[in-house]
DNA sequence: ATAGGGTTAG
């Protein structure tokens, strides 16, 4: 039977996956499928002595709200139909909402399609009732029903067609609802607006869904919540928290999945303050740390720079998950502590979880990050042997990653070669460095074309492509890729660097000029320079990019962003030691040498943050991660 | 009668 009312309704999918304003179609088709799937919904009516029959719409609606399964429902349903109450519309929409909150949605849509009035909670509650159980089309059309049965719609059905939206990531239907909305009159309406926000914060739309969000005259936690997620997903972490802030000067308390939500902004901006702020607010609360928010903590800890920190956290938990293990060993892994790492892997065996796949990964690029060469081997033969968990592309990156960093670029060309699976970008761009770091042009270019091709408007691509031709000193290739660049409109993109000095962050790009105290940090680094200079630093013209002119190189050479926030830090902050510093790009090998050497001879320790990793130098000539490359 | 939010890699 189960299976029957599964079938049943997967073909009403079917049937209603046509465009949502589209004018063929209506429920009576979808309704004979259920009938044809379902015949005999009042069957049950022989085998139901409910006792004493009561003949109130009210004792129905009681009995209802206390039925627990389907089949108790379709008891008190044969009542409702022998004693002629079904007709009832307050009976008949309780008999529809009952069975939807149970799952029978095939019940509830029989019922429903054959009552011989409706009205806006009828629709309602069968429309919402669709929307639980993940059949968006099903929701859709029969919203599409309602909107040309002539009624009104009402702020009772809006957010659950709002969240099929969502859920289905449908932006121009949300849009398309978002009008309807307008027509209605409901834009004031709170749940309609909640719902909105959600839908364009998931739609990836933040920015309308900040219209509607500051156009609500009230805002409870979980749209506020929806509104920093919004920003943290959509590479604005800074956005998410400075609402953060906002939400709580107006009194808002958040809860955990609020803090949850902070901390992966958090993690994502990678400012160190900022996440002991947050975790100094989360003690306030005595939280108990949950999984989730445990392991979130983890992480932020971890990308804010600082994997012993990670560690307390871990410590302290009760439960761990195999995402808090994964989190972990990554933790490690991305400061460049491999030993540690990989330390926690029996540690975690023997506590009862398996690693899946992502542990894997974390494992894998914790080997790349340390150099640990034999041991990511073992671990990838490993997996799939002892696991069962076959390598997918982002553990053969890893490896080509691992292997080409260790100076084995035949090996990881074999192991590319192998390869069965489609590479992506991930992949091309390990195999580009591999390539890079032992001179391999010619499958530099490839891989540099292959990247072209996956990723046409990331200008570092292009770049990249043109550095290889113009250092084989193929001067018309590079003029190639230039002029393709310009028919494209591919601009490039800088780099920003982010330093944090006295609980604020400062941001530089290069040759930027913006900054108030700008004239003191271009004087503290032609000073910091001529130091570096005396003591052996030779700038390295090859990372700088070749299609800027000769005489521009040397000057860009002196600016980038990472030696501006490194003179601002040793400007602003003669007193203290540790500098932290987040690129969003990768740090280039130039400005590695820079700030190793600026760490030695200023005896400054400077973390660093850069795409993947950290780089920690330690004021004493050496750096815990990045070294080898 | 009413919905809605969170964790792991690269």
């Not at 409706?118 to 968006?136: A, L």
């Amino acid at each position: 039977m189960l299976e029957g009312k599964r079938s049943a309704l997967s073909i009403i999918s079917l049937e209603a996956q046509k465009s949502l304003f589209s004018s063929s179609s209506s429920a009576a088709s979808a309704s004979a499928v259920l009938d044809h799937f379902l015949p005999a919904t009042e069957s049950a009516a022989q085998e139901t002595p409910f006792s004493p029959a009561p003949l109130h719409p009210g004792s129905f609606v009681s009995a209802l709200v206390r039925c627990r399964s389907p089949a108790e429902i379709k008891k008190v349903h044969a009542l409702a139909t022998t004693a002629a109450m079904i007709d009832n519309l307050g009976v008949a929409n309780k008999h529809v909402y009952m069975y939807a909150q149970r799952g029978a949605l095939a019940d509830a849509y029989a019922l429903f399609s054959r009552m011989k009035e409706r009205d806006n909670m009828s629709w309602s509650v069968i429309v919402g009732g669709f929307v639980k159980v993940g059949y968006y089309a099903n929701c859709l059309q029969t919203f599409r029903d309602f909107v040309r049965s002539g009624l009104r719609i009402d702020n009772f059905t809006l957010p659950f067609v709002l969240r099929a939206c969502r859920d289905t990531v449908s932006l121009r239907l949300g849009v398309e609802i978002h009008h309807l909305v307008f027509k209605a009159g409901l834009q004031s309406d709170f749940f309609v607006s909640a719902a909105l926000v959600d839908m364009y914060a998931r739609c990836g739309d933040v920015d309308d869904a900040r219209k509607v969000f500051d156009r609500m005259p009230k805002r409870d936690m979980v749209t506020w919540t929806v509104m920093m997620s919004g920003y943290a997903d959509c590479g604005n972490p800074e956005e998410s928290l400075a609402l953060f802030d906002r939400m709580r000067e107006e009194g808002v308390v958040p809860d955990k999945i609020a803090t949850v939500t902070v901390a992966f902004a958090c993690a994502k901006l990678g400012v160190m303050h900022k996440a002991k702020m947050i975790h100094d607010y989360i003690s306030s609360f005595n939280f108990s740390l949950n999984v989730i928010l445990g392991t979130a903590l983890i992480d932020m800890y971890a990308k804010c720079g600082s994997a012993d920190d990670a560690r307390v956290i871990f410590d302290r938990m009760r439960d761990r998950n195999v995402i808090t293990w994964s989190s972990m060993i990554s933790a490690y892994g991305i400061h460049g502590r491999g030993r540690e790492a990989l330390d926690l892997f029996p540690l975690m065996l023997q506590s009862g979880i398996r690693p899946n796949r992502i542990t894997f990964v974390s494992i894998l690029s914790a080997c790349s990050h340390a150099g640990l060469v034999d041991e990511g081997r073992q671990f990838f033969h490993s997996m799939e042997r002892d696991y069962s968990i076959e390598p997918d592309v982002k553990h053969y990156t890893c490896m080509v990653d691992l292997l080409g960093r260790a100076g084995k670029l035949c090996e990881a060309l074999e192991l590319s070669e192998k390869m069965t699976l489609e590479k992506d970008e991930g992949f091309w761009g390990a195999l580009l460095g591999a390539c890079r770091i032992h001179g391999n042009a010619v499958l530099a270019e490839k891989a540099a074309k292959s990247l072209l091709e996956l990723r046409p408007r990331n200008s570092g691509y292009y770049v990249l492509l043109s550095n290889i031709y113009a250092n084989a000193g193929r001067w018309e290739d590079v003029a190639e890729v230039r002029d393709l660049m310009a028919s494209r409109s591919v601009r490039k993109t800088p780099g920003w660097t982010w330093i944090e000095i006295n609980n604020e962050t400062h941001r530089f790009r290069v040759g930027d000029k913006s900054h108030p105290q700008s004239k003191e940090i271009y004087e503290t680094l032609k000073v910091l320079i001529e130091k570096l200079e005396s003591a052996g630093y030779v700038p390295d013209t090859n990372f700088v990019l070749h299609d800027i002119d000769e005489e521009l190189k040397a000057g860009f050479l002196y600016t980038h962003s990472e030696k501006l926030a490194i003179a601002f830090g040793l400007f602003a902050t003669p007193e203290t030691t540790t500098l932290r510093i987040t690129k969003n790009l990768r740090v280039c090998g130039d400005c590695h040498t820079f700030i190793k050497l600026a760490s030695t001879v200023m005896h400054r320790e400077i973390i660093v943050r850069d795409a993947h990793r950290f780089h920690h130098f330690n004021g004493g000539g050496s750096c815990s991660c990045g070294d080898y490359w």
